[in-house]
């Protein structure tokens, strides 16, 4: 639980951040809060040379709204998500997936950022970005481009950021006002990374499901958009049966690994369970 | 105000000053505990101090074909890499284990467990030790392993210890195969077999006690520090037990005794995990010995799970015999025992399986026979008493879960077939069929108080309507109540049967009291955690009459504390709290000799009063302690010699059997399989109680262990003897999230042998709890007939048993 040697360096602004990740190539890593990298580095199951640390950026950490969109500082961390009452108001299901992440302690240092840049499938935030249409702003020595969440991840720890790119913010998009939504996570114990967790985002109108959208995390490489899941919610009353398809839609989409934390067959069994429950949630909140 | 109201209120108040047995002292230590000031090995730091790192074997059965350790020595800030090669001209390649085997500190030819220990490497600090860890070259030939302990004795089995190969008779008699340990026999088998072979009803089931860690959160450590001019070693490690491990360190070392000093600073719990001895404090002590300069050895938490000690592993064919009507008849135990690699269980020397033998529970039953079997396997070695007296857990939760399929072939209720088996208040001292003799217990007494104040009956008819609702689909939800009701044996123990490499298992304590009154206190205990610094200050306090606050404990130097053996199977209490109050009683003679002669009367014109001796009739004339104490040094008693110092070494003439009544409801969701624990009461009898907040923080600590074993908490491993989940991400240790409400409760039975009749608390929830809350899953499946359901009890293993039962749709 001894990390390797490394160096560390602490940019003050975006463009020197790229420049030194570019400069310093595959030995380099950008850190954040640190939460994920640091457990890996101890093991030493990574073992970067350059730990590039983005905390001393202003300007990262930032929440607000532009357009249609709220906007949030990739630095900005748990803690500061969970306190905004401007995301309470606006993108409830935020909060709530942010206060499952670990425990208040790490939540002051981890980020919104990180958790959604690092492509841990373990993390809450990517499946929940990818259930609200997000997008992330990347940043590099060329400039800026907007990659969607949906398309964002590639593999386990494997992201659409080429060398030297860092993500600089995410933008998502408001839902409509009076939509549902829930974040329902197994997990087995304060701290843990899910089981299976899934994010429901849906809007009603006369009783029926006019929007949905569906993320699953931690049982796939990556964290999954169930698009044939919610596809099949659409224009129903949300009936059982209804549901029944849906759900079995998304179990057929998982691939899970066997862990200490159960067999494949019972973590997308879960996956099942967790978006039955997200959303029922979401239905009970969602205004018909 | 009149006089006696008067006399009353001045009692009360010089006994409230005291802050004696039976009050709620705050915890003394939590002065520095909670200020983060304590002072753990890790804190020390001496000049010119290196750092030792192991390389680890990523094999759990290989042979070792070579060794080069160029490369690591030659990284800068390396001083040393030490191989078996460096150690076995010194005879330390191999060192005892308290078993009666031995046990590799650097491994020679072969590894045997994954993670095991291959190199030492020494180094300037710990970052360059660990880098220097990867450039160890070893070169290793991959063999067959052995997971399964049922597997190990097969004919065809690859031999694991090669070092004793030929060895077939073993510390505890003979081996029936290479990698067979002993066989370990009591009872009357002729007896039991006549018994069950007549029997109306007969129960049979393997219970598994499964493998897991105390995981102590402090890691195991150790800083050793030689002098090579004196010839002395100073030696501070995380020791429970801190004169043995003096006397070990002599024994295998060849300094003498009286030239090693060891000292356990501050320890952040040892739960068992920090009685033996281990390669990490041999490798820093050979490393200062060698290089003259101080070494210290940190675990990490991989390496705590993964290769110090575990507990468990036991698989337990459990059979009771009774008659249709309820009454047991015998039991019949066979254990088959995985002690990995090397026995390296800590147990007192004669007793190989522990107090296994304590299975027949708080039941009367007439006869029984057990046959405990040890085999080898490509394991981490150890198989220590987690939070429990040695392998008493693994013995509850055998009868205690029988006693719960018994109940359910027989058709009557869990409860009721406990009350009609117990052994009643006035068969004390009891002697069981398997050759302990129980000192006292009240059992219905205890189980009618705790069935009050749970609501039985209640319980049991929310739980029928519950499981009707459930079977007409109105609830995914199922509901389990637990039962155990336990009998502990702690306090090891008499000489007669209880050893430690010869030594036998008394404790001890020094009390002086100084001039002005205040008192030092030296234990041969070392407390991890348990609050020795507060409880044992409130013995003597109603002893002596000197106020707690004025009394000093220390423990965990061997150069200053009397010889003791230790802190573990909740020892303290019964063995060194009994020395203590023999050693107060000793000064207070003295005292009261000084006193009569202050008085100028008679000694037997005395009587003790609180805190001073007065005379009969004369509540006026009287010398308190502190008078008394100034007067030792200023004018003691002609022929008396001056001064106030006692020490006692206390055999105790019998173990104590501390006893509970543990009830849990837990409600089950079917969909996930997480089990809630909705409601857990622990009814515990430890006797006379010095500080109830003690014990309730006692209790409160051993419940959660209990929950974390029963609910989750494993040490695995896959088919090739990778050990998974060593880390606290998988690794079951709850947080106050979840962990559930405590309600605590207490009967009083005195132990009739022990100086003020307490009898030790601080595993007795552990013990009593696991089997608890595996009864309550059991219980909550029970009307489904799922048969018995091994532990741990996590979500994916429950969801499995609903999958099995159809209960998914």
Not at chain 2, 48 to 75: C, E, N, Q, Y
Not at chain 2, 279 to 285: F, H, L, M, P, R
Not at chain 2, 287 to 315: C, Q
Not at chain 2, 467 to 485: V, Y
Request: with cysteine; proline share 5%; charged share 20%.
């Amino acid at each position: 639980m001894i990390p390797g040697t490394f160096e560390y360096h602490r940019p003050t602004t975006v463009e020197s951040a790229v420049a030194l990740l570019m400069q310093l190539g595959e030995d380099a890593r950008p850190l954040a809060g640190g939460h994920s990298l640091i457990p890996l580095m101890k093991t030493r199951l990574a073992a970067p040379e350059h730990l590039v640390d983005l905390a001393a950026i202003e300007g990262l950490r930032r929440i607000e709204v532009v357009g249609d969109d709220v906007i949030i500082g990739a630095m900005t961390t748990q803690h500061s998500v969970i306190a905004s009452a401007l995301l309470a108001e606006l993108v409830p299901i935020l909060r709530e997936t942010a206060l499952v992440i670990a425990d208040p302690q790490i939540r002051y240092k981890g980020t919104i950022g990180g958790n959604c840049a690092n492509g841990d499938p373990g993390n809450d935030m990517p499946a929940l970005m990818q259930c609200l249409g997000a997008s992330y702003q990347l940043t590099g020595t060329g400039g800026s481009r907007q990659v969607p969440a949906r398309d964002f991840y590639l593999g386990a720890y494997e992201t659409a950021l080429e060398p030297g790119e860092i993500v600089t913010e995410i933008r998502i998009p408001v839902p409509p006002a009076g939509h549902g939504y829930g974040y329902e996570k197994l997990k087995r114990k304060v701290g843990d990374y899910a089981t299976a967790a899934a994010a429901v985002v849906i809007t009603m109108a006369g009783g029926t499901c006019i929007s949905a959208s569906i993320g699953l995390t931690n049982v796939s490489e990556t964290p999954l958009w169930a698009s044939d899941s919610a596809g099949i919610l659409v224009g129903s009353t949300l009936d059982a049966a209804t549901v029944n398809a849906a759900v079995a839609a998304a179990e057929a989409i998982t691939n899970p690994a066997s862990d200490m934390r159960g067999p494949s067959e019972y973590r997308t069994k879960m996956a099942g369970i967790m978006l039955r429950r997200a959303l029922d949630r979401a239905r009970a909140r969602a205004t018909v | 105000m009149n006089e006696q109201v008067k006399i009353d209120t001045d009692r009360a108040e010089r006994t409230e000053k005291l802050q004696g047995m039976g009050c709620k002292r705050k915890r003394v230590e939590d002065i520095r505990f909670t200020q983060g000031k304590g002072s753990y090995v890790d804190d020390l730091k001496l000049p010119g101090m290196l750092f030792g790192d192991f390389v680890r074997s990523p094999h759990a059965h290989a042979r070792i074909v070579s060794i080069d350790t160029s490369r690591a020595k030659a990284l800068p800030g390396v001083i040393a890499v030490l191989t078996a090669a460096d150690l076995k001209p010194l005879g330390l390649h191999y060192m005892p284990t308290l078993a009666g085997d031995v046990q590799a500190v650097l491994a020679e030819h072969k590894v045997l467990f994954q993670n095991q220990e291959v190199a030492f490497v020494i180094a300037e600090d710990r970052y360059i030790a660990s880098d220097a860890t990867e450039l160890v070259d070893v070169v290793y030939e991959a063999l067959p392993c052995i997971v399964d302990p049922f597997k190990a004795m097969l004919p065809d089995a690859p031999i694991l210890r090669e070092d004793i190969q030929d060895k077939m008779v073993g510390a505890h008699g003979p081996r029936k195969h290479p990698n067979h340990i002993f066989e370990w026999q009591i009872g009357d088998k002729q007896a039991t077999d006549d018994v069950f072979a007549k029997a109306d009803v007969t129960i049979k089931e393997m219970l598994v006690d499964h493998r897991t860690h105390p995981s102590p959160l402090e890691t195991c450590q150790s800083l050793a520090s030689f002098d090579k001019v004196k010839g002395e070693l100073t030696l501070w490690g995380t020791f429970q037990a801190p004169h043995v491990i003096r006397t070990v360190v002599s024994l295998i070392s060849g300094l003498p005794e009286h030239k090693i000093h060891v000292i356990a600073p501050d320890i952040g719990g040892g739960f068992g995990n920090k009685v033996g001895a281990y390669a990490g404090y041999v490798c820093s002590v050979v490393g200062s010995i060698v290089l003259g300069v101080p070494v210290k050895w940190v675990e990490d938490r991989m390496e705590n799970l993964s290769t110090t000690s575990f507990a468990r592993d036991y698989h337990m064919t459990t059979e009771l015999a009774a008659t249709k009507d309820g009454k047991i008849l015998g039991m019949r135990v066979h254990v088959l025992a995985d002690h990995g690699a090397f026995d390296a269980c800590a147990d007192p020397s004669k007793w190989p399986a522990g107090f296994m033998n304590i299975c027949t529970g708080s039941y009367d039953i007439p006869v029984a026979h057990l046959v405990v079997d040890g085999v080898y396997t490509n394991k981490a070695s150890g198989g220590v008493a987690y939070r429990c007296s040695f392998r008493v857990t693994e013995a509850v939760f055998a009868i205690e879960r029988a006693i719960e399929v018994l109940a359910q072939k027989l058709g009557m209720d869990a409860a009721e077939l406990r009350i009609k088996n117990f052994i009643k208040a006035e068969q004390f001292p009891y002697h069981s069929a398997l050759g302990w003799e129980y000192d006292s217990g009240d059992y219905h007494t205890a189980m009618k108080k705790a069935m009050d104040a749970i609501g039985y009956k209640a319980l049991r008819a929310e739980q029928a309507e519950k499981r009707e609702a459930f079977k007409r689909g109105e609830t995914r939800e199922l509901m389990g109540i637990g039962i155990s009701f336990f009998t502990e044996i702690v306090g090891a123990g008499p000489a007669k049967n209880c050893d430690i490499l010869g030594i036998a298992m008394f404790d001890s304590a020094e009390i002086r009291i100084h001039p002005t009154g205040s008192v030092i206190a030296r234990m041969g205990t070392k407390s991890q955690g348990q609050g020795h610094e507060t409880t044992y200050a409130q013995i003597i306090a109603t002893e002596l009459g000197i106020p707690a606050d004025d009394i000093m404990i220390e423990e965990g130097n061997t150069d200053t504390a009397p010889y003791g053996l230790g802190t573990y199977g909740s020892r303290s209490t019964p063995v060194a709290g009994a020395a203590t109050a023999v050693a107060a009683r000793k000064i207070k003679a003295k005292a009261q000799m000084i006193a009569a002669h202050m008085l100028e009367v008679h000694e037997g014109d005395l009587e003790w009063d609180i805190d001073r001796f007065r005379v009969k009739g004369l509540p006026e004339k009287f010398k308190t302690m502190k008078e008394i104490a100034w007067s030792a040094y200023n004018a003691p008693p002609p022929n008396l010699e001056p001064g106030l110092e006692a020490v006692n070494y206390y055999e105790p003439p019998n173990m104590t059997y501390p006893f509970g009544a543990y009830f849990c409801i837990m409600d089950i969701d079917v969909d996930t399989g997480v089990a809630k624990t909705r409601r857990f009461y622990a009814l515990d009898d430890c006797g006379t109680r010095i500080n109830p907040m003690i014990i309730e923080g006692q209790v409160h600590g051993g419940l959660t262990e209990a929950f974390a074993c029963a609910m989750g908490q494993e040490i695995r491993y896959d088919e090739m003897g990778n050990v998974m989940g060593a880390s606290f991400m998988d690794f079951f240790l709850p947080t106050a999230v979840e962990t559930p409400k405590w309600e605590t409760d207490f009967t009083v039975t005195p132990s009739p042998h022990h100086p003020i009749g307490a009898k030790g608390v601080g595993e007795s929830p552990h013990v009593g709890g696991v089997p608890c809350f595996s009864n309550a899953v059991n219980d909550a499946y029970a009307f489904l007939d799922a048969g018995h359901i091994q532990m741990p009890h996590d979500a994916w293993r429950l969801w499995k048993v609903g999958e099995r039962l159809g209960l998914h749709g």
